[in-house]
């Protein structure tokens, strides 16, 4: 037994909206791939090319064998390894100088966060890992057992469709969940983090490995760096954003549409809303990024006064959702810049 603690009054439905736009965004935009390019290769389709997905999708993990894990010399793969590592150190320092210098001009007045906020921020974090986690491990068990592939050829219509609707309302329903009722309340979380996972699964079959850690790496990057900026402003400096956020998240998954409705022959429109849903939604998200860690540490101290419960699962929702949205981008960039190098 369990109960559902739903309130559906105006202000809690105000509130929820960041949450519910971010995860049509980001399902809408894994499961239709919707950019310029793809586009443009999605009405060009060749043999070729859809035999080598499918087949990768099909076996275990033998297509990323024989395509992508070609002999490097050892001192070689250490240097790119170290020069990887410092290109991410180096988005590190530098979006924590930059949104330092711009915007965290004030800090906290005391000098320090108390150890109540510091540790309800720990546990958020904790659980944003895990979460992200499970979505790595379960999206890399669907492309092992196939289950990807028979996602992909069945209608993609009500994939998509469908896998925004389970996502969206198991989002909703581990919210709805008190925090009191552990075993409901993780197991909606584990559906939620499972339709991410299939959600994703298909852009991590058409990445390789390399290139997938990269994005994951300068995902932690960027959104370590803003969260350190975000945990030490003022309290409640940024909460004001969040309109202005959703109204960019809107337009940049408008942007994301765009190939849908305009002709192929509109090139720079296209190419145009590419760079906005790309580049657009890097910073729209880096934003929420912002906004959410200072919402949790504000949820802290109304629940340190009794105000609300303390509830992390709920917190990690928007975070996960905001390294996944930053995630799929990267993923994009980097193979888009492989693509011209060829």
Known sequence: MFTL??????????T?????????????????F????????AQRPTAKTSSNILARLRGPARGYQTQYEIYVDPATRRQQLYRKLLVGGAIFGGTLVTVNLM??????EDGGMPA?????????FTHTGLGIGIIGLSAYQMIQSGFVYRLMVTNPWVVGIGGIALSIGSMMLTRAIDPENYVPKYASWAVFNATQAALVAPLMTMAPPALLARAGLYTLAMMGSISFVGATAKQDKYLYIGGPLLAGAAIVAVSGFAPLVLPATAVRTLAVTESLWLYGGLAVFGGFTLYDVQKVLHH????ERG?????????????ELDFLNIFVRMVQILMMQQNRRR
Do not use: C, M, W
């Open 34 to 41: 919707f950019t310029a390019r793809t586009a443009a290769l």
């Open 307 to 319: 105000i609300i419960k303390e509830d992390p699962v709920n917190e990690s929702i928007s975070l």
């Open 300 to 303: 802290a101290r109304a629940a």
């Open 5 to 14: 603690a739903i309130r559906a009054g105006p202000g809690r439905l105000a």
């Open 116 to 124: 109540f906020e510091r540790s309800y921020l720990n546990r958020t």
């Open 16 to 32: 929820k909206a960041p949450q519910l736009a971010r995860a049509f965004h980001q399902s809408a935009a894994k499961n239709s």
């Open 103 to 108: 915007f965290n001009r004030e800090t906290r």
